[in-house]
C-alpha cells in the first residue's frame, strides 16, 4: 500500500504547479481569435488495466469505471464509481467490506482528490490496445473460432481448416499502408499493429469455414470500431445487447495505451538492439541522446529552409513526400483541403514502345485506336448526349500521337484520421507494375467516380496520350461490377465480379484519372484452390482497409 500511495503523491507533486490554473480563469486566445476566460482541467489518463487498477485505488480483477462484482461483469445493478461514492462507503463501511464488497482499497488516496473537477473514473479511457484490438479480436473472437473448429470437426481437421484460413490470409493482395501476412496469423508474438492489420483481412477468410453467425459476429465487432461515433449504437446492438454507456466509456480512435507503446520501442526497445547488450544502459541513453540532436538539427534546417524542395529535386515533386515512406506507399500530408487527385508519377517508363499498335503487342492489352478514339470523344465533347461508348465511331477524332507508359500514380485525398496530416489529407501510391519486387506483377484497384452507374474496375496499366500536342493522363481499366443491391448478409461486405461483354471476355475501357478518387482494396470471395487474384469470380470490397473507404465506396465504382 506504501508503494501504490507513494505513486498517487508522485503524481500529485508533479502536477502541483498546474491546480492554480485550474481554480483562477486565465484569459486566453482562442483558435477562432476571441479571447475568453479559461479553466484547465486534468484530461483523459491512458493506461493498460493494471495501470487502471492502481490509478482508481481498486482490486485487481473489478472495473475501474463501475461497481460491477469482478464475476459478473455485466450486472444490471452497477453504478458508476466516482470519488463521491468512493467517500460515502469509506464513511460507512470497514474497509475489509470495502475490499471483498466493492473491490476498493480504503487506505489509498487517488491523486485527482487534490485537483479540482477531476474524478480518476472519468478521466480513464479504455484501452483500445489491451482490451479491443489484442483483448477482444485476439485473445477472444480469434481464439473462439478456433475452439469452434476444434469441438466441431475434431483436431485433425480443424487443423486443415485453420491451415486453409491461413492461406487465405496470405493470399490477400497487397494495398497501401496494409501489412502482409506470408504465414498466415502464425506469428509467435502479436504487436497491437499485427492484430490491426489482421482485422483487416481476417472476415474473408473465415467466411464458409464457420457458421453465418460467427461471420456476422465479427462484421458486427470490426462494425463498432470502423463506424462513426452516431452509428456505434446499431453496430454494438448487433454484437451484444444495448449499451448506451459507449459515450461515457469509450475512448476516440488511436487514443490507447499504443502511443505510450511507439515510445517504449522507440527510447528502448531500438536502442537496446543497437547496443552490445553489455552494459546496454549507458549505451541506449546515448543513442537517445544523438536521436534527439538529429531530431533538434531536422527541426532547426527546416526552419533555415536547407531541407526545401529545391534541395531535393532530383526526387521529383510527387516523390519527396513518398521518399522515406517508400515500404509503406502511404502517408499522411499537409496541404489544402481538397476532395480527391490522382496524377501520374514525375518519370515514365523508357523501357516501352511509343506507338500504339507496338505498345499493344508488347502489354499484350487490347489497347486498340477505337478505346482511345472513343476516350478522346469524350475529352473533347463532355456536354454530348451520347458517350463515346454509344456514338458510331467514324465520327470519333482520330488518334496517331504517342503514348507513355507509366508504372503508378499519386492518390491525394481527404481522409482525416490518425494516419493524416493537421489538414486530414493523405498520400497513397496505386500502382500498375508488370513485376513488382521480383514477383508477379502488381495491378492496384482503385475507385472512380461515375455519375449514375457504381460499378468496380480495376487498372490494366497507366497511360498518358498526346492529341494535337495536349497530354491526357488516363488508365486502361477493366469494369466490376456489384452483385446485388446490398451488401454481402454476412460480412457487411459489398462484392463484385468482373464484368464480361457477350465473347466472355473483360469488358476494357479507357477513362480519365481526374475520375479516379483514390485506391480500393480487394479482397477474394476465397474457394478450395490456392490461385491467384485475378482467377476468382467475385470479390469483397474491403470496408476494413482504412477508416474512410466505406464512404467513398458509396460515392463511386472500383477499378483494377
Known amino acids: 500500500m506504501f508503494r501504490h500511495q507513494l ?9 502541483e504547479p498546474l491546480r492554480p490554473a485550474m481554480m483562477t480563469p486565465e484569459v486566453m486566445r482562442c483558435p477562432d481569435g476571441h479571447f475568453r476566460c479559461v479553466i484547465y482541467g486534468l484530461g483523459p489518463y491512458i493506461a493498460d488495466y493494471p495501470e487502471q487498477a492502481l490509478l482508481a485505488c481498486i482490486v485487481q480483477g473489478w472495473c475501474p469505471k463501475c461497481t460491477a462484482p469482478a464475476d459478473d461483469l455485466d450486472s444490471t445493478e452497477a453504478g458508476r464509481r466516482s470519488h463521491v461514492h468512493t467517500d460515502a462507503l469509506l464513511n460507512t463501511y470497514s474497509l475489509k467490506i470495502l475490499w471483498e464488497d466493492y473491490g476498493i482499497i480504503g487506505n489509498v488516496v487517488p491523486f485527482t482528490a487534490r485537483f479540482p473537477w477531476a474524478d480518476i473514473h472519468e478521466l480513464l479511457c479504455s484501452d483500445l490496445l489491451h482490451q479491443v484490438i489484442k483483448g477482444t479480436f485476439k485473445d477472444h473472437l480469434v481464439t473462439w473460432v478456433g475452439q469452434y473448429l476444434v469441438s466441431v470437426h475434431g483436431s485433425t481437421r480443424a487443423a486443415a481448416i485453420m491451415a486453409d484460413i491461413d492461406r487465405r490470409i496470405a493470399a490477400a493482395p497487397p494495398f497501401p499502408g496494409q501489412r502482409h501476412f506470408p504465414e498466415g496469423r502464425g506469428f509467435k508474438q502479436w504487436t497491437g499493429d499485427d492484430s490491426k492489420a489482421l482485422m483487416k483481412v481476417y472476415l474473408p477468410a473465415i467466411s464458409g469455414h464457420v457458421p453465418p453467425q460467427m461471420v456476422r ?3 458486427a465487432f470490426l462494425d463498432i470500431n470502423e463506424t462513426a461515433l452516431e452509428a456505434i449504437n446499431v453496430a454494438l446492438g448487433q454484437f451484444h445487447m444495448e449499451r448506451t454507456n459507449i459515450q461515457l466509456f469509450g475512448a476516440p480512435n488511436g487514443l490507447c495505451s499504443s ?9 528502448v526497445k531500438e536502442p537496446w538492439r543497437r547496443s552490445s547488450h553489455f552494459k546496454a544502459l549507458g549505451q541506449m541513453l546515448v543513442t537517445n541522446q544523438r536521436i534527439d540532436k538529429l531530431s533538434a538539427s531536422h527541426v532547426d534546417f527546416t526552419s533555415r529552409g536547407l531541407l526545401s524542395n529545391i534541395y531535393l529535386s532530383h526526387l521529383g515533386p510527387s516523390d519527396n513526400a513518398l521518399a522515406l515512406f517508400s515500404d509503406h506507399n502511404a502517408v499522411q500530408v499537409s496541404g489544402p483541403r481538397i476532395l480527391n487527385v490522382v496524377t501520374l508519377a514525375v518519370t515514365r517508363e523508357p523501357r516501352y514502345p511509343l506507338q500504339l499498335e507496338a505498345l499493344a503487342t508488347y502489354l499484350n492489352l487490347p489497347l486498340h485506336s477505337a478505346l482511345i478514339r472513343r476516350f478522346l470523344f469524350d475529352q473533347l465533347h463532355p456536354n454530348a448526349p451520347l458517350s463515346g461508348d454509344n456514338v458510331d465511331l ?11 507508359v507509366f508504372h503508378s500514380a499519386l492518390a491525394t485525398f481527404y481522409a482525416p484520421s490518425d494516419q493524416s496530416g493537421v489538414g486530414g489529407m493523405h498520400h497513397q501510391r496505386i500502382r500498375a507494375a508488370p513485376s513488382w519486387r521480383g514477383s508477379v506483377g502488381r495491378y492496384d484497384c482503385i475507385l472512380v467516380e461515375k455519375d449514375s452507374d457504381p460499378n468496380l474496375r480495376g487498372f490494366c496499366g497507366l497511360h498518358a496520350a498526346q492529341h494535337n500536342r495536349k497530354v491526357y493522363p488516363c488508365a486502361l481499366v477493366q469494369w466490376f461490377i456489384p452483385i446485388g443491391d446490398h451488401p454481402c448478409e454476412d460480412t457487411g461486405m459489398w462484392m463484385v465480379e468482373p464484368d464480361l461483354d457477350h465473347r466472355g471476355q473483360c469488358v476494357t475501357l479507357i477513362v480519365h484519372l481526374e ?12 474457394g478450395a484452390a490456392f490461385i491467384m487474384l485475378h482467377a476468382f469470380r467475385a470479390y ?3 470496408k476494413y ?8 465506396v458509396r460515392l463511386g465504382c472500383c477499378v483494377r
Open 545 to 552: 482497409a482504412d477508416h474512410h473507404i466505406d464512404s467513398r
Open 515 to 526: 475520375t479516379a478518387v483514390r485506391g480500393v482494396h480487394l479482397l477474394p470471395v476465397y
Open 540 to 542: 469483397y470490397i474491403n
Open 217 to 219: 459476429c465479427l462484421a
Open 259 to 267: 502511443i505510450t507503446e511507439s515510445k517504449h520501442i522507440k527510447a
Open 394 to 404: 467514324n465520327i470519333c477524332p482520330t488518334f496517331s500521337s504517342n503514348i507513355h
Open 7 to 15: 505513486f498517487h503523491s508522485s503524481l500529485a507533486a508533479i502536477l
